[in-house]
């Protein structure tokens, strides 16, 4: 399992959502799940975790990766590049 965590740098006055992307050769069908599809930052908190969970294959393949970005934000904005 690998957490992770949707950060704020300030806390605010409405629920912040963050959609994150998932790209590379591992499928969310059958190679690993979320607890959740999006980070729900609460009104008044800084940060929001979800777990990635490995599946475990009983087909021999490859490695497999997964790429994290962001697709989108609700009440918050990002200084990075994605």
């Known amino acids: 399992m690998v957490a992770l965590t949707g950060t704020l740098s300030s806390t605010n006055i409405t629920e912040s959502i963050i959609n994150p992307s ?8 059958s190679d690993f799940s ?9 009104t008044g ?14 087909l021999y393949e490859n490695t497999e990766s997964i790429t994290v970005g962001i697709s989108s934000l609700s009440s918050a904005t990002t200084s990075s590049v994605q």
């Open 34 to 42: 979320l607890s959740s599809t999006n980070f729900v930052i609460a």
């Open 22 to 29: 998932f790209s590379g050769l591992a499928s969310s069908i």
């Open 45 to 58: 908190n800084l940060a929001s975790t979800i777990y990635i969970t490995s599946l475990g294959d009983t």
